[in-house]
C-alpha cells in the first residue's frame, strides 16, 4: 500500500526540496525552541475517532528485505500497528466518509525499525474533498504524531525504551512530488544505484541530493518526528538516507523506498551553521 496517495502533478522541483530540506535540517538542530507535540493518551485518541488494531506480521518479504539493507540483526517479530479515522469529515454541505483515512506502520521495538506502509491523513482526506475543514479535524492528525503514538504505544507494551528507534522506512512511495525528488536523485546517478542492488543508492546528510529528500513530504515527516517529539526519542538526527527498490530495481515502475538511518545527535555538533 502507499505511504501517501496523491493523483496530482508534481509541483516540487529539486531547488525547492533543497531549500525546504535545509529548513527541515534546521529543525531538527532546533533545541528547544521546537514546540514539543503532546503525548495523548490511548483513550485520548480514540476520543478523537481512531480506531487501533494490532497483528503480528507476517515477515518473510519484510525480514529479507531488511537482510538485504544489513539493518536486521535481532528477532523477526514484527507488530502491524493501524490507526484508522472512523469519524465523517465535514466538507461544505456534505459529509464524506473516513473510512480510507488511516495509518499502518510495522514496528520491530527490539530492532529500533518502524516501517511506514501506508498514510491517508485526515488533513489530506479534507484536502481532497475540496474542504478547508481544519478546524473539524482532530488534534491528532499528521503521520509524525500517528507514527511516534504508534510507535511509543508499542515500546511500552514490549517494556522498551522509546528512544530505541534507530531506522524508518516510508515504503511503497506513490506521492508525485516525492518521487519527481527521488527520480531526480536516481536520474542524476543511475549506475551506482544498479551497481548497489538490492541494496540501493545511500547519501550522507553532507550532500544536497539527501537534503532535498529531506525536503520532501516524507522527508519532512521524519524530521518532525525527532523534533518534536524529542522528550521521549532524545535528540536524534538523520545520519543519511538510503532510496532502494522492493524488489530488483532494473524497472522504474517497481515501488520505491526511502530508509532513513537515525543516531543520537552530539550536542557539540556545529554543521548545521554551514546551511
Known amino acids: 500500500m502507499p505511504t501517501t496517495m496523491n493523483s496530482q502533478i508534481s509541483n516540487l522541483d529539486y531547488n525547492t526540496a533543497?531549500?525546504?530540506?535545509?529548513?527541515?535540517l534546521k529543525i531538527m538542530y532546533g533545541g528547544s525552541a521546537v514546540t514539543q507535540s503532546p503525548y495523548f493518551t490511548p483513550g485520548e485518541v480514540e476520543a478523537m475517532g481512531y480506531k487501533r488494531t494490532t497483528r503480528l506480521r507476517s515477515v518473510s518479504d519484510l525480514s529479507r528485505m531488511l537482510d538485504s539493507?544489513?539493518?536486521?540483526?535481532?528477532?523477526?517479530?514484527?507488530?502491524?500497528?493501524?490507526d484508522e479515522y472512523t469519524k465523517d469529515v465535514t466538507t461544505g454541505e456534505t459529509l464524506s466518509g473516513a473510512s480510507v483515512?488511516?495509518?499502518t506502520s510495522d514496528i520491530n521495538v527490539e530492532a529500533g525499525v518502524l516501517v511506514a506502509t501506508?498514510?491517508?491523513?485526515?488533513?489530506?482526506?479534507?484536502?481532497?474533498?475540496?474542504?478547508?475543514?481544519?478546524?473539524?479535524?482532530?488534534s491528532l492528525k499528521h503521520w509524525s504524531d500517528i507514527a511516534f503514538?504508534?510507535?511509543?504505544?508499542?515500546?511500552?507494551?514490549e517494556e522498551v525504551r522509546t528512544s530505541n528507534l534507530r531506522f524508518i522506512i516510508r515504503a511503497n512511495i506513490s506521492n508525485e512530488d516525492t518521487l519527481a525528488v527521488i527520480n531526480n536523485v536516481l536520474d542524476a546517478r543511475p549506475r551506482q544505484?544498479?551497481?548497489c542492488t538490492p541494496s540501493g543508492l545511500y547519501l550522507d546528510m553532507e550532500s544536497d541530493h539527501a537534503i532535498a529528500l529531506l525536503g520532501t513530504a516524507h522527508g519532512a515527516g521524519v524530521a518532525?518526528?525527532?523534533?518534536?517529539?524529542?522528550?521521549?526519542?532524545?535528540?536524534?538526527?538523520?545520519?543519511g538516507i538510503r532510496i532502494f527498490y522492493s524488489d530488483e530495481p532494473l524497472?522504474?515502475?517497481?515501488?520505491?523506498?526511502?530508509l532513513f538511518y537515525l543516531r543520537d545527535a552530539n550536542a557539540s555538533e556545529k554543521s548545521i551553521e554551514k546551511l
Request: charged share 20%; aromatic share 10%.
Open 118 to 138: 501506508y498514510t491517508y491523513s485526515p488533513t489530506y482526506k479534507a484536502k481532497t474533498s475540496n474542504s478547508p475543514a481544519t478546524a473539524l479535524l482532530p
Open 149 to 157: 503514538h504508534q510507535w511509543a504505544s508499542q515500546c511500552a507494551k
Open 251 to 258: 524497472e522504474r515502475n517497481r515501488a520505491l523506498n526511502l
Open 101 to 103: 483515512v488511516r495509518f
Open 69 to 82: 539493507l544489513g539493518i536486521q540483526g535481532f528477532n523477526s517479530r514484527f507488530i502491524n500497528v493501524t
Open 18 to 24: 533543497v531549500e525546504k530540506g535545509k529548513k527541515m
Open 224 to 239: 518532525w518526528l525527532l523534533a518534536q517529539h524529542r522528550d521521549q526519542l532524545g535528540h536524534k538526527k538523520i545520519d
Open 193 to 195: 544505484l544498479q551497481a
